[in-house]
């Protein structure tokens, strides 16, 4: 996969060097490259910025300057990209980000991210990208960064880690919280005994039928517990009695408590 991103601020995204994303980029699995948008400008002082059209508080981010960065960007296909990149555009204005689109985007052979600072940025940027390929507004929830760097590195590390090679054990992907619509059970390791706090003793019983059990019952209370909308997601039909007994109880209550 290749991934660009257009940004004020490329040192914002340094962390994209290390660790899991930046071994994926030393194996030849990512093609990852930071532009910074005010090499696009051509005035004297490389302003990024103007006042809104209309009134109101703040600034917007000229459209002159993002038009040439993104056709520069466009003008990097290669074999394999395809025709053009997959334009997302951090917002809290735009579509939520969920595992299930990071999936879609994990297969697609060029993403490209505009990061907008101030206000935003000017309209007409999103419509004419959306001549040369897709355009996705997209927010990672209902509050308000300063820019839209912090969201590029949430989103490419939720898409790198789904691309074949960059992690090893497939399994691991697959249970994994909001692949199948529950939140995961709690987990311990040694010791069996920490500041006298106990293991769950059936994590020690060796009875795998009643592991298995318990840390479904530990996933629905938990779900129910902290996240009410997902469980309003299942299917009623997928529950059997089990299930139901484990949500019946008190989801805040108990020594086991889900929470
Ligand atoms: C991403 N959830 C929130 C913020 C912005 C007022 C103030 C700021 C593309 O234009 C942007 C981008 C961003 C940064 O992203 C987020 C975000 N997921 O804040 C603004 C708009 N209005 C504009």
Same mark, same amino acid.
């Given at each position: ?149 912090? +969201? &590029?590195?949430?989103?490419? /590390?939720?898409?790198?880690? #789904? !691309?074949? =090679?960059?992690? %090893? ?22 010791? +069996? &005994?920490?500041?006298?706090? /106990?293991?769950?003793?059936? #994590? !020690?019983? =060796?009875?795998? %039928? ?50």
């Amino acid at each position: 996969m290749r991934i660009d991103v257009v940004t004020i601020f490329p040192d914002y995204l340094a962390p994209l060097s290390l660790s899991l994303i930046g071994k994926a980029r030393e194996q030849g699995l990512l093609d990852l490259a930071v532009h910074d948008l005010r090499g696009f400008t051509r005035d004297r002082h490389r302003s990024v910025d103007d006042t809104p059209y209309g009134g109101g508080a703040g600034m917007v981010m000229r459209p002159e300057p993002w038009g040439a960065a993104l056709d520069h960007v466009r003008s990097l296909a290669g074999p394999g990209t395809g025709g053009a990149p997959h334009l997302l555009v951090p917002s809290p204005s735009g579509v939520r980000f969920s595992q299930a689109m990071a999936r879609e985007l994990a297969a697609q052979p060029w993403l490209a991210f505009a990061c907008g600072r101030y206000e935003g940025i000017d309209e007409r940027v999103l419509q004419d990208g959306a001549e040369a390929g897709p355009v996705t507004p997209v927010s990672l929830g209902d509050y308000v960064l300063g820019g839209g760097e912090a +969201a &590029v590195l949430v989103i490419v /590390e939720a898409v790198a880690r #789904l !691309l074949p =090679g960059v992690i %090893g054990n497939a399994q691991s992907l697959v249970e994994e919280s909001h692949e199948d619509g529950l939140l995961e059970y709690p987990v311990y390791t040694k010791p +069996a &005994v920490w500041r006298g706090r /106990e293991v769950p003793p059936v #994590l !020690l019983s =060796g009875h795998h %039928g009643q592991i298995e059990r318990w840390r479904r019952d530990q996933r629905l209370r938990r779900t129910a517990a902290r996240r009410p909308d997902l469980l309003a997601q299942i299917e009623p039909a997928s529950l059997d009695d089990a299930d139901r007994a484990a949500l019946a109880g008190d989801p805040t209550s108990g020594p086991d408590d889900a929470t």
